[in-house]
């Protein structure tokens, strides 16, 4: 008998059929949690067919999902499967998930940090999805480093290092790893009620103590308008905190990638570079943003009286080496080959390397992230297709920021693709997708907001939706 079969609707015992929850869904129709559940059920059982999910899904993006049935979608994708209890780790867990962005690598630094001040990071992550990189794509570039651990395995690494960085499985948070590829191939990605549930049933199978939101908003957000980045963020704090997970959100800036570096290898060598601790001003806004998201999860997990604190403890294990230490632990534990980063350089062999040179001289004044996120997937770094191989060495390392003032001609930015081929459209997305201004643009906050529970109570509250 498939799972599904055993959903019966609220109100009789009679069984439910997904032909009658899209329809009730594409009419405006709030979902109960007995029809929620038969969805997540048949998309982790793999019962329900792919085209009655996709319409499905369609659906809840275009009607939206209210703040119930967002809360019962996220609780039913998360006991989809296993999960993971931290309870033998001795330590509080803490994690950081981000809602996704351009040259995001932040969780290459925060896991380590976090763990070396004391914390456990039991983190699951995601690959790439429409227009934004994934962090376990990242991680494969590292020959051998495997992201699909056991539930024993991930124990194992963690008593060991204080920080893993492993995948959901078909075991654990199934849902979500049937509903993410979906979303991706059917433009069902920018939705905050799919967000939150995506992102905090994987964090909340992972048992955490506390949780840390980074939320992006500007250009290169999945939720462009900033109204939608906040309800975004105040939803996932409000619904983590209703499953028992203390959390803040912080509203960050993606109106440019973060740091230089935006691809696979490329990422990780500029996350490494902080770590072993040098401070190259390109990354100066990664190595800002990481320090304060590791800051807030060293002080929510009792690691610190204040997330100041936490900065200041988590700026030091950056410096003195112990992050780095404990990262290539990690990598080493989950079979990942550390020789690679002695060479970084020599390591990264892309099949194609191209300079773009500014085209007019004037103040970088604004980029179309989304676009450069989606320039850097066709060089090869992401994927046409579900379960295609992504290529480590694709990317784009950009040798001008936001706000910087530039000579025609003075290069801009470097791609590197897996062939001359894909090139041609990647360069012509870059040069749409940046324009310069005669004057400097304004300065934008790195951290634009933050939400704490009683917060983002009062902001649901006030929010229609
Ligand atoms: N990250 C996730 O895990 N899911 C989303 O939907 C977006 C970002």
Not at 110 to 127: D, E, F, K, N, T
Not at 233 to 258: I, S
Not at 304 to 331: C, N, Q, Y
């Amino acid at each position: 008998m498939a799972p599904t079969d055993k959903i019966r609707s609220k109100d009789s015992a009679a069984p439910l059929h997904m032909i009658d929850i899209i329809r009730k869904k594409r009419d405006g129709g709030v979902l109960d949690e007995h029809e929620i559940a038969f969805v997540v059920a048949g998309a982790a059982s793999g019962s329900v067919p792919l085209e009655q999910l996709a319409t499905w899904l369609m659906a809840s993006w275009l009607n939206d999902l209210s703040v119930e049935e967002t809360r019962a979608l996220t609780l039913a994708m998360r006991d989809s499967g296993e999960k993971f209890s931290p309870a033998r780790l001795g330590k509080t867990a803490v994690d950081k998930h981000s809602t996704g962005g351009v040259g995001d690598k932040t969780s290459f630094l925060i896991a380590p940090l976090a763990a070396a001040c004391g914390v456990a990071v039991p983190m699951i992550s995601g690959r790439a999805l429409g227009h934004t990189g994934g962090t376990l794509d990242k991680l494969e570039s590292i020959p051998g480093y495997r992201t699909a651990l056991t539930l024993d395995e991930f124990e194992s690494v963690l008593l060991k290092c204080g920080a893993s960085i492993v995948s959901q499985t078909p075991s654990l948070v199934p849902a979500d790893r049937a509903l993410y590829a979906l979303r991706d191939r059917t433009g069902t990605v920018e939705n905050p009620g799919l967000i939150c549930a995506s992102i905090l049933s994987k964090k909340l199978a992972a048992g955490l103590d506390a949780l840390v939101l980074d939320v992006k908003t500007g250009s290169g957000a999945f939720l462009r308008d900033p109204a939608q980045s906040e309800f975004l963020a105040a939803l996932m704090v409000a619904t983590a905190e209703a499953a028992g997970t203390r959390t803040v959100a912080l509203l960050t800036d993606m109106g440019q990638p973060l740091g230089c570096a935006a691809g696979n290898w490329i990422e990780l060598v500029e996350a490494v570079e902080l770590m072993r601790g040098r401070r190259p001003v390109e990354s100066e806004d990664l190595r800002e943003l990481s320090l304060i998201l590791a800051g807030w999860m060293i002080c929510l997990g009792g690691q610190a009286a204040t997330p100041e604190i936490g900065h200041a403890r988590a700026e030091k294990a950056l410096m003195d080496g112990s992050a780095l230490r404990i990262f290539f632990e990690m990598i080493a534990a989950q079979g990942g080959d550390v020789s690679v980063f002695d060479d970084p350089a020599g390591f990264h062999r892309p099949g194609a390397t191209e300079v773009a040179h500014a085209w007019e001289s004037g103040f970088l004044a604004e980029m179309d992230t989304t676009a450069l996120g989606w320039a850097v997937q066709r060089l090869g770094a992401g994927r046409e297709k579900a379960g295609e191989p992504v290529d480590p060495h694709a990317g784009i390392v950009f040798h001008a920021r936001r706000g910087a003032q530039v000579e025609r001609g003075q290069p801009l930015a470097t791609l590197y693709a897996t062939s001359a081929a894909h090139l041609a459209e990647p360069k012509e997305i870059l040069r749409r997708a940046i324009t310069f201004s005669k004057t400097p643009p304004d300065a934008v906050p790195l951290v634009e907001q933050i939400f704490t529970r009683d917060s983002a109570q009062e902001f649901l509250r006030n929010a229609v939706r």
